[in-house]
T-cell receptor
Framework: AQSVAQPEDQVNVAEGNPLTVKCTYSVSGNPYLFWYVQYPNRGLQFLLKYITGDNLVKGSYGFEAEFNKSQTSFHLKKPSALVSDSALYFCAVSHMNTGFQKLVFGTGTRLLVSP | EAQVTQNPRYLITVTGKKLTVTCSQNMNHEYMSWYRQDPGLGLRQIYYSMNVEVTDKGDVPEGYKVSRKEKRNFPLILESPSPNQTSLYFC???????????????????FGPGTRLTVL
């Protein structure tokens, strides 16, 4: 079965510093990978996705993620964090074995950016 | 404005009293899905629908029903709610794709604002 792991419950970073939110996945074959962000009392918002092609994916709000097939990872990164980036971040995966119909989410990582 | 709406946003009910949470999207999306969000567990898929009259179970379908009679609406039905269904529920929709036989949400999903349900 497909699964996603976000090993850190929380990531703390100072404003202006680079940030990384980790995600690893477990599927056989080629996955579709996504990052979503959830602000307080809001639904999830799409940040970026990897389907195929270039391993470095750029998304909204200056975020990017790198697909690493050998390490089965899809870490979210940003060169310079903002206080407004503080939110809950979810990695998700779908896979051809389920016809890409099921989307499995990780447990989420809370990002706290301090001024 | 393109959006997914859910009603009600907040609901407190008692065990066994049937309820329906409505979900509607105005983007003509084929794919719709329901998730529940619980602390430490992330989002788990309850049911999804590939198109009108096409629905299937997600990872946690027990105790829930859905229907898809119209493209825009995808209500979630709890026939006999129990306290373990206390959760935050999200509806989402996505444009389908014609590039594969089994089209799925390879496009971004648009999420509703959530429904916080408490079952006493």
């Amino acid at each position: 079965a497909q699964s996603v792991a976000q090993p850190e419950d929380q990531v703390n970073v100072a404003e202006g510093n680079p940030l990384t939110v980790k995600c690893t996945y477990s599927v056989s074959g080629n996955p579709y990978l996504f990052w979503y962000v959830q602000y307080p009392n809001r639904g999830l918002q799409f940040l970026l996705k990897y389907i195929t092609g270039d391993n470095l994916v750029k998304g909204s709000y200056g975020f990017e993620a790198e697909f690493n097939k050998s390490q089965t990872s899809f870490h979210l990164k940003k060169p310079s964090a903002l206080v407004s980036d503080s939110a809950l971040y979810f990695c998700a995966v779908s896979h051809m074995n389920t016809g890409f119909q099921k989307l499995v989410f990780g447990t989420g990582t809370r990002l706290l950016v301090s001024p | 404005e393109a959006q997914v709406t859910q009603n009600p946003r907040y609901l407190i009910t008692v065990t066994g009293k049937k309820l329906t949470v409505t979900c509607s999207q105005n983007m003509n999306h084929e794919y719709m899905s329901w998730y529940r969000q619980d602390p430490g567990l992330g989002l788990r898929q309850i049911y999804y629908s590939m198109n009108v009259e096409v629905t299937d179970k997600g990872d946690v379908p027990e105790g829930y029903k859905v229907s898809r009679k119209e493209k825009r609406n995808f209500p979630l039905i709890l026939e006999s709610p129990s306290p373990n269904q206390t959760s935050l529920y999200f509806c989402a929709s996505s444009a389908g794709t014609g590039s594969r036989k089994a089209g799925g949400p390879d496009n971004e999903q648009f999420f509703g604002p959530g429904t916080r349900l408490t079952v006493l």
